[in-house]
């Protein structure tokens, strides 16, 4: 069959349209995918320092407290002595309640009569206080007195007396105040002696003395004095039930206790950190027992950027 010249052209436009088809269908085929879209990074969220607990400053109605460590006191003369837990006291590795503030007690030897020391102190607000102290007192029928007096210009020296026999002590573990407890264990821990004051806005001079008495005679092992303007003594019915005067030492001495970590620098990261503690736990509370409950874990939280440190007190 002849090809005539339009046939001919005709076949060379339907190749060059086919040709082009398929390498249009060929690019297609080996052009790379798109690229995998990456996902848009999570900006870091700002980290602030806990700031350190504020000093606690006193306040129209709010209670006051003043805590006078024995360790503190200045003996005058031989009789006293701060002592470490342990290096002569009676009381150590008992059942749960012989702790004492700062490890260290004010020391004196059954004999040492008329000792005395003294530590100079301010009372930022006037009014009515108790003088709540804390001593060890180990056997029945026993005395362990000491007298305290509270001088301040103006005005006639306030004397009290702790240690007697006799006295009305509050003890721990929810037992009634009394001056004496049959433990099943024996004297587990320190009582506390409770005195009410009229004080005024000021510094004060507390004056501690050896006195002696017709009974049998202890050694006087002095943990600490409390002034409170707390006279109802509501800190019995708040905190932990198992020993609450802990707890009105606690406030008494805030910041004393507490932790501190440092983020270098350098680190380059930021940190968050979660602590537990149980402020009493007895291995006796279970089904059945009379024991208080043990108290839930107390929380403490606190977060550090770069370059701070964190600093957070606890009781």
Same mark, same amino acid.
């Given at each position: ?20 088809? +398929? ?46 460590? #024995? ?91 702790? #240690?007697?026999? #006799? ?42 003395? +050896? ?56 680190? #380059? ?47």
């Amino acid at each position: 069959m002849r090809l005539t010249r339009r046939g001919f052209l005709r076949q060379v436009a339907l190749g060059a349209a086919m040709a082009a088809a +398929v390498g249009a269908l060929t690019a297609c085929d080996l052009a790379p995918p798109p690229p995998t879209p990456r996902p848009l990074p999570t900006a870091r969220p700002r980290v602030e320092p806990t700031p350190p607990p504020p000093t606690p400053t006193p306040e129209t109605g709010a209670i006051a407290r003043i805590v006078l460590e #024995g360790e503190d006191f200045a003996p005058v003369g031989p009789g006293w002595q701060a002592i470490a837990a342990g290096r002569g006291n009676y009381m150590v590795d008992t059942i749960g309640a012989s702790h004492i503030s700062g490890g260290t007690v004010l020391h004196a030897p059954a004999d040492a009569i008329g000792a005395r020391a003294v530590l100079d102190t301010v009372v930022q607000r006037a009014g009515q206080y108790h003088l709540l102290t804390r001593y060890e007192y180990p056997f029945r029928e026993y005395h362990a007195r000491v007298g305290i007096t509270i001088e301040q210009a103006d005005r006639p020296p306030a004397h009290l007396e702790i #240690g007697a026999p #006799g006295a009305t002590r509050s003890w721990f573990f929810g037992v009634n105040d009394a001056p004496w407890h049959e433990f099943p264990t024996g004297v587990e821990g320190l009582v506390i002696e409770s005195s009410p004051l009229d004080l005024v806005a000021g510094p004060a001079r507390v004056t501690l003395e +050896v006195l002696d008495g017709p009974e049998p005679a202890a050694d006087r092992n002095l943990d600490l004095l409390l002034l409170t303007t707390d006279v109802e003594e509501t800190y019995r019915s708040r905190g932990t039930r198992a020993y609450p005067i802990l707890d009105e030492v606690g406030l008494a001495a805030a910041g004393r206790v507490f932790m501190r970590i440092t983020n270098p620098a350098d680190s #380059g990261e930021s940190m968050n950190l979660e602590a537990r503690y149980t402020i009493w736990s007895p291995a006796s509370a279970r089904p059945g027992s009379t024991s208080p409950a043990a108290t839930p874990p107390t929380r403490l939280t606190f977060s550090s950027t770069r370059s701070t440190t964190a600093r957070i007190g606890a009781r």
